[in-house]
């Protein structure tokens, strides 16, 4: 029951942190990043692990996708395919100048959980087809990636170094993703040893796909008013 509750308070914590932009770069780490000449392996690695480990958005979707995995090879497969399609994007947005709407994105992030939790709640089964779900964690990375490279591209940072640093700072996300997907999995695996997850698997899933929602109607805002 602890785990449910904990899980829970996670999901709603969620909620009431989507307008201060939690996983933002801001404050020291900004100023870091803005003022920073020349190749910084080290604390480009702890930005990138500190960006994913507060980066709700992409911790609610991998909560979605491993939420019914209970095969470790099932889990590194479908997070293998997540971290090679925002590995991707990260470094094609930043090394190559391929920008995107910092809004439409998150947007698109957010829906990304809403899609997830949709399926987890066998929503395309009621709809009578079943997408692929490799292929959709994959996709959906892309976006994620983009995600977390619009938050380097609006600082400016110095072309002295890029690719050390921006190669340091994915190794990093990645450092922080098997941080945060370990922490995941512990309590998943803890609740599912109890009688309360089904019973309280699909409550979560809907709060997970609110929460997706209210992240949709966010960013929507902030592009209309931008």
């Known amino acids: 029951m602890y ?26 780490d900004q100023e870091f990043l803005i003022n920073n000449v020349g190749p910084q392996i080290g604390p480009y690695i702890y930005l990138g692990a500190k960006h994913m480990v507060t980066g ?7 909560a979605g996708v491993i939420f019914y995995l209970y095969r470790l090879r099932d889990v590194a497969i479908y997070v293998t395919l997540f971290a090679v399609g925002h590995s991707t994007t990260l470094l094609l947005g930043v090394l190559g100048g391929l920008h995107v ?13 809403v899609y997830k939790a949709f399926e987890n709640l066998d929503g395309f089964k009621t ?10 964690v994959l996709f959906f990375g892309f976006f994620h990636g983009f995600g977390l490279s619009t938050k380097l591209q609006d600082l400016a940072i110095s072309d002295n170094g890029l690719i050390t640093n921006m190669v340091s700072f994915n190794v990093g ?46 960013q929507l805002t902030g592009y209309l008013v931008a």
């Open 101 to 113: 709407d910092p809004y439409l994105v998150d947007a698109i992030i957010g829906f990304s959980v």
């Open 173 to 218: 996300v990645e450092i922080g993703q098997l941080v945060a997907l370990s922490i995941i999995l512990i309590g998943f695996n803890v609740w599912r040893k109890t009688d309360s997850f089904f019973r309280h698997a699909y409550t979560t899933n809907v709060l997970l796909m609110v929460s997706g929602f209210v992240l949709i109607g966010f």
């Open 127 to 136: 709809l009578g087809f079943q997408p692929n779900m490799k292929a959709a």
């Open 3 to 28: 785990a449910v509750r904990l899980i829970v308070g996670v999901l709603l914590g969620c909620l009431t942190v989507f307008s201060s932009h939690a996983h933002g770069i801001t404050g020291a």
């Open 56 to 62: 709700y958005d992409h911790l609610l979707f991998l």
